[in-house]
DNA sequence: CTGAAAGCGCTTACAG
DNA sequence: CTGAAAGCGCTTACAG
């Protein structure tokens, strides 16, 4: 017996060198017996008695030199903005890391604040520690344009799109079909109203706060289209020209109301919204859902805070979290973004139309 | 100009042998003059040299070398349980990133599952790569157990206690004056209720779900205390026995309020047993606040979603993140766990009691 | 002040 | 089948 047992947790670490002592071999023959590979015949016999030595003294590899000798780290890292804003989001993080789990894949996982010169910081901190790759991520879906030094590495898009860069997004066009249909199955038609569109005048332009342009128009785009198929269309737009919230979500309703609209049901751009929608209702007097039906987006932790439960279209993040790792592990090449289904959470917020039953 | 100049973002990367060269010095030379190191003393002119040829060829130090031959890899792990759970708790992970990047330290992110065999495989996996320390993390503020492997390596636990290591959790006690002294002081005493506490019989084991043994029974510690030193004492404790969730919340509630009690202030162990509460009360045609008071804790995103806002006692999740990751910098030394203030955040749902207006 | 050399712990052609 | 050697890109005693 060598002196020099540290075992797990203890303090020196043992090195290939003292396994292949131990095991009567040379260094070469224990790395390749320890790593299996078979274009040197080593001796089934050989082999084991390596296996047992390493076994024996608990030799673990110097994961920081094999990265120095192959150039290859087994490391990710997930750059993104949200990790510094809050929210479910951070979902994304835990679909990643199921899926690199099974790869035995590390995540660095990184928070720029929307800072560009942090960002370029971190990146290059991260490409010289030989990172594998990048998944650049975006709390909320849009555009991005991607830094220099992301290129040049295999790279996934997460909730974000650029040309020429493969990206994994939310499904939003089919999500607003999703909404439109279930309002459509309940028996509404003519007085739908769509609380969240843009302020007029409203560019479009990738703005920083609760703004999703992307998925605000995708989202509009395909309720219209599951209306127009159905022969119907929107009775109206309220726009709301700062953050998703639940008290603007109330504000907005609660003048849609006092404008003597009576609504049959509310799409809402967000949860929040759509609670706020239930606020209001409830001080003009209107049940949810049998005198006006609501249904949100996002599928959050937000729906279970009213009575009876908001019915929503789900943000698929842990699912675009594990698509974009499996993509990046396995090399996609750029085309267009892959669409995650955005799945219809029930609730207890739609029912028919109150002049129909 | 040499032939290589890949630029950011370029293919091959400039090593420090070339810097020398293009400085027209020796490695040696160029290494001192790029870590600013005053023992060997280099010409001002000289090292001035090397920074520009540095400059001029993109340079920048490869980690993992520098890693292999220091030992140290600037690098920290966050061991949890929570990313692969839920919820807002992740902002532990924003506050870390906060103070580390101060530090020009990165972080692993890493999920166990509350997976013994999972979490081994992975501390092995983050000592391989030289980790300069362990942030290990629960989602509930609990007693945990500390793995073998995370010993003898810089570690700080992060919402969790294990005697003899520095750990850093929220004031649970604090917290539960802070709730009873805002009722207190609003006018009411003998007729507070507590939603939440243990179930009969319950043994306070740790369990594995939304139970949070330590901080139950530090909050209750603490009402009770402040209570009693204003000479009252809580009217009574209603348990729940599986998830403190909105519906368990409201069945509770409901509950009281059958049973022929009327409460002027109701203290739910967690935000969303407090949204519970909410419904529970308006069903039964009660107001928050004007006829009963009503104080959670968290802080959660939750207390957003009702109307009057719920007013709570904040974990400082961020906070606990930001300290614990400075200790792990600086190498604390084991002692009592350093407890984190829990703000008041205020809502509309305290005012005085119905009887005193 | 400067340069040649060792060494961190691996992998992998290459020669026996 | 096996062993000696080079090399990944750094840092750092050590000898000039």
Redesign the pocket.
Not at 56 to 62: K, Q
Not at 260 to 282: F, K, V
Not at 307 to 335: D, K
């Given at each position: 017996m060598v002196s020099s047992d540290p075992g797990p947790g203890g303090t020196?670490?043992?090195?290939?060198?003292e396994?292949?002592r131990r095991a009567?071999?040379?260094?070469?023959?224990?790395?390749?017996?320890?790593?299996g590979?078979t274009d040197?015949?080593?001796?089934?016999?050989?082999a084991a008695r390596v296996r047992l030595a390493a076994e024996e003294l608990g030799?673990?590899?110097?994961t920081?030199?094999?990265t120095?000798?192959?150039?290859k780290s087994g490391t990710v890292a997930l750059v993104s903005d949200f990790i510094g804003t809050t929210s479910f989001a951070n979902a994304m993080v835990r679909g990643a890391l199921q899926t690199l789990r099974a790869e035995n894949t590390l995540l660095y996982t990184v928070d720029t604040q929307g800072d560009p010169e942090v960002e370029a910081t971190l990146l290059q901190n991260l490409r010289d520690r030989d990172v594998d790759g990048f998944l650049y991520a975006s709390m909320f879906t849009r555009e991005v344009e991607i830094p220099p030094l992301a290129r040049n590495t295999s790279l996934v898009l997460l909730n974000c799109v650029s040309s020429d860069v493969p990206a994994v997004i939310p499904d939003e066009r089919s999500a607003g079909q999703t909404a439109a249909s279930a309002l459509l199955e309940a028996g509404h038609r003519d007085d739908i109203w769509f609380i969240g569109s843009f302020p007029p005048g409203f560019t479009g332009a990738a703005a920083w706060n609760e703004w999703s342009p992307l998925a605000l128009t995708e989202r509009l785009d395909g309720i219209e289209a599951a209306l127009r198929a159905a022969g119907a269309a929107l009775a109206g737009t309220v726009p709301i020209d700062t953050d998703w919230d639940v008290e603007n979500g109330r504000a907005a309703v609660a003048r849609l109301l006092t404008s003597g609209t009576r609504p049959s049901a509310l799409i809402c751009a967000n949860d929040a919204l759509a609670i706020g929608a239930y606020h209001a209702l409830a001080e003009a007097g209107l049940k949810v859902p049998d005198d006006v039906s609501v249904i949100g987006f996002d599928g959050s932790p937000l729906i279970h805070a009213v009575l009876p439960r908001l019915t929503s279209v789900a943000l698929p993040y842990e699912e675009l979290g594990r698509v974009a790792a499996r993509m990046l592990l396995e090399g996609a090449s750029s085309s267009a973004p892959h669409r995650i289904p955005m799945p219809l959470v029930h609730g207890g917020s739609i029912a028919a139309p109150a002049d129909r039953r």
């Amino acid at each position: 017996m060598v002196s020099s047992d540290p075992g797990p947790g203890g303090t020196r670490r043992v090195t290939l060198t003292e396994v292949a002592r131990r095991a009567g071999v040379s260094r070469s023959a224990a790395s390749f017996a320890l790593n299996g590979r078979t274009d040197l015949r080593i001796s089934e016999e050989t082999a084991a008695r390596v296996r047992l030595a390493a076994e024996e003294l608990g030799y673990s590899p110097n994961t920081t030199a094999k990265t120095l000798r192959t150039g290859k780290s087994g490391t990710v890292a997930l750059v993104s903005d949200f990790i510094g804003t809050t929210s479910f989001a951070n979902a994304m993080v835990r679909g990643a890391l199921q899926t690199l789990r099974a790869e035995n894949t590390l995540l660095y996982t990184v928070d720029t604040q929307g800072d560009p010169e942090v960002e370029a910081t971190l990146l290059q901190n991260l490409r010289d520690r030989d990172v594998d790759g990048f998944l650049y991520a975006s709390m909320f879906t849009r555009e991005v344009e991607i830094p220099p030094l992301a290129r040049n590495t295999s790279l996934v898009l997460l909730n974000c799109v650029s040309s020429d860069v493969p990206a994994v997004i939310p499904d939003e066009r089919s999500a607003g079909q999703t909404a439109a249909s279930a309002l459509l199955e309940a028996g509404h038609r003519d007085d739908i109203w769509f609380i969240g569109s843009f302020p007029p005048g409203f560019t479009g332009a990738a703005a920083w706060n609760e703004w999703s342009p992307l998925a605000l128009t995708e989202r509009l785009d395909g309720i219209e289209a599951a209306l127009r198929a159905a022969g119907a269309a929107l009775a109206g737009t309220v726009p709301i020209d700062t953050d998703w919230d639940v008290e603007n979500g109330r504000a907005a309703v609660a003048r849609l109301l006092t404008s003597g609209t009576r609504p049959s049901a509310l799409i809402c751009a967000n949860d929040a919204l759509a609670i706020g929608a239930y606020h209001a209702l409830a001080e003009a007097g209107l049940k949810v859902p049998d005198d006006v039906s609501v249904i949100g987006f996002d599928g959050s932790p937000l729906i279970h805070a009213v009575l009876p439960r908001l019915t929503s279209v789900a943000l698929p993040y842990e699912e675009l979290g594990r698509v974009a790792a499996r993509m990046l592990l396995e090399g996609a090449s750029s085309s267009a973004p892959h669409r995650i289904p955005m799945p219809l959470v029930h609730g207890g917020s739609i029912a028919a139309p109150a002049d129909r039953r």
